[in-house]
């Protein structure tokens, strides 16, 4: 295990290296690494906007992707807390960082469980809309690293947490979630607007 930190803890300042010698990315990763998490958003709307008049399970499937997201960040806090380790800049205060210095815990990454939570939960109901979120998923994850706020493994196994945990809760929340939309939809004020396709 500490082989994998020290080649984590090597990645990263070469990362760090790279950032130095690339001035002109330095405000668009900045950028996606803080502000990116609006597309993950966007895109999950889009996905339950598009599922509106889909069947109560794909809808429900799609309605998912944001409430298992919600749930993976949950479940991270304690996770972080449990494993409380700091920030890369606290173990190398000399290197280049873009982003604010925070001092909350850095393994797993929120921006990466919340990237592979809403990447797994896309992939439920829209293969296209899935690849385009894994795409940003990578992007994103690599942006953490790239700016100075994470590590490698800290990126890594936070999209693992969060896939794990929209996949894995999906399992067991399919039929009762189904339900519920199914129930919501028969509600005048709601039906005229999530009325499944006749």
């Known amino acids: 295990m500490s082989r994998l930190l020290d080649l984590s803890d090597s990645l990263f300042l070469r990362f760090n290296d790279l950032a130095r010698t690339t001035t002109a990315l330095h405000a668009p990763a900045a950028a996606f690494a803080t502000y990116g998490v609006a597309l993950f958003a966007a895109l999950v709307l889009l996905?339950?906007?598009?599922?509106r008049r889909a069947s109560d399970q794909r809808l429900a499937a799609a309605v998912?992707?944001?409430l298992g997201t919600v749930l993976a960040l949950a479940v991270n806090q304690p996770v972080a807390a449990l494993v409380?380790?700091?920030?890369?800049?606290a173990a190398h205060p000399a290197v280049l960082t873009l982003v604010d210095r925070t001092t909350d815990w850095s393994f797993p990454s929120d921006h990466s469980v919340m990237a592979g939570a809403v990447t797994v939960g896309l992939l439920l109901v829209s293969r296209r809309l899935g690849v385009l979120a894994a795409a940003a998923a990578v992007l994103m994850s690599v942006t953490?690293?790239?700016v100075?706020?994470?590590y490698p493994h800290d990126v890594i196994a936070g999209l693992a947490l969060g896939g794990a945990v929209a996949g894995g809760g999906w399992l067991l929340v399919r039929l009762p979630l189904t339900?519920?939309?199914g129930a919501l939809r028969r509600l005048p004020v709601?039906?005229?607007?999530?009325?499944p396709a006749a």
């Open 179 to 181: 339900r519920l939309v």
């Open 47 to 51: 996905d339950i906007w598009r599922r």
């Open 190 to 195: 709601v039906h005229r607007v999530l009325a």
């Open 144 to 146: 953490r690293v790239y």
């Open 84 to 89: 409380a380790e700091a920030r890369p800049y």
């Open 64 to 66: 998912w992707a944001g």
């Open 148 to 150: 100075g706020a994470h």
